[in-house]
């Protein structure tokens, strides 16, 4: 993928000899400032009924007479973020199924583009290139689009400087999410626990990250017993990854992300029923994410500690398998009594989450598909974000706003976890069906004491069903700007 910024003022751009153009305008024809056989195009066009002036209609232009382009793609929209990014993925996805081997973005309203204009068009570039072929050879061919510029007034160079850094961003963004959608669609038997550390691997090896990973002999001398429990159905061996950004100095404590990373759930003995149940493969699209906002990170180097830790095991019924009213020991030393044992999430997780205090953490955020609740909650835009820490929460949403990957501040009142008591242990693993979402965070809440700590629920976000059935790659691009933003000085303290 080769993205840049071009400098192009709009009178040049009939005279620019390219495979295609892609031209954003405003809704207003006065503020247009296309001229040439470009406006006279748009005029014309609009004049005919042959293009809406309403957010992301577009008209496509076969060797546009006047262009030296070989294609004209005029695409409405103005320049809110939300607007913008739509309005560049509908122009792409018309070009994709063009011969076109490169594209020029133009917008020709009167505001300039800034950084965040760049990074969404690269992040929706990347998106539309996107094709699922581990398990797929036979998918159609790539499409022969693989270069993407930006068209920026020639005298600013303020501009083209910002520009230039959000396409970096964009990039790296980009290449977090690619990844994390490869692993969370490939299925159960191709994304085994094992096969998850040796992406992890792959990952630290080509981006000098470190990484250790932990079998189940070293998680049982530690005593992770619960997520050992989930783990004990499974013929596949459970694996404890932890890899590592070092980019400030060795006493900076560190940012934790902690992703889950069910293989597949069953829902073990508590199976759950038959239809949809492949979308379970999905039930690592939090390790996924790690992946990939750790691949991000380390192409964009801030001056910050991060760590990546992933608990992975499958969720398998079995003649071995944990049962319902089982009582098990995790590793803070809390019994836990597992009365749902399709509540599993929650039961790796809080071994991980009581792992990370070794590290001292800044801030640890943990990332599941921990419940159906929350996508009955919040449905497929915003993820679910629980945290008790306010300025901790406000610097994740507002990451979340400026990457587009949003997130929704949902309550922990302790009120809340009433149902998760339990007659036979210090807690139980499920609360009942009311507010589904918050007493599972609720009951990671428990394990978190020693740090700064928020977690989401990304049950809804994910992975996308129906016709665009696959991972969705959320929230990378949430949790790079989090990153990011820690590097920059601000503490998650400092709410953006
Ligand atoms: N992985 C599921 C959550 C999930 C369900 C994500 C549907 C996306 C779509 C999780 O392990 C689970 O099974 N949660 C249960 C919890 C319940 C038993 C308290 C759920 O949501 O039904
Ligand atoms: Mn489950
Ligand atoms: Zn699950």
Known sequence: MDVRALPLSPEDWAGHATPAWLVVLPADPKTWRVTGAIADLAHDAVRHGDLELKNAKLLYVHRPAGLKAQRLVLVVADLGAKAWRGAVAAGLAALKSSGASAVVIGWAGPEALDAQHAELATTAFADALYTYRHTKPSAPAAAALGKLALALDKTDKAQLAEVRAGLARGKAIAAGVTLAREVANRPGNHCTPTQLAAQARALAEEHGLGIEVLDRKAMARLGMGALLAVAQGSDEPPQFIVLRYDGAARKAAPIVLVGKGITFDT?????????EMDEMKFDMGGAASVLGTMRAVAELKPKVNLIGVIPTCENMPDGRAVKPG??????????????????????????????????KPAAVVDIATLTGACVIALGHQHSGLFSADDALAESL????????????????????????????????????????????????????????????????????????????????????????????????????
Request: glycine fraction near 12%.
């Open 326 to 359: 089982d009582v098990v020991t995790s590793l803070s030393g809390q019994t836990i009594e597992i009365l749902n044992t399709d509540a599993e999430g929650r039961l790796i997780l809080c071994d991980a989450l009581t792992y990370v205090e070794r590290f």
């Open 397 to 496: 949403l507002g990451a979340g706003r400026r990457s587009l990957d949003s997130a929704w501040r949902m309550p922990l009142d302790d009120e809340y976890a009433e149902g998760l008591k339990s007659h036979f242990a210090d807690v139980g693993n499920v609360g009942g069906r009311a507010g589904g979402a918050i007493t599972a965070a609720l009951f990671l809440k428990r394990f978190t004491a020693a740090y700064r700590w928020a977690h989401l629920d990304i049950a809804g976000t994910a992975w996308k069903s129906g016709a665009a059935k696959g991972s969705t790659g959320r929230p990378v691009p949430l949790l790079t700007h989090f990153v990011l933003d820690q590097a920059a000085g601000s503490s998650p303290t400092s709410a953006t």
């Open 267 to 275: 829902g073990g003995i508590s199976i759950k029923p038959a239809a």
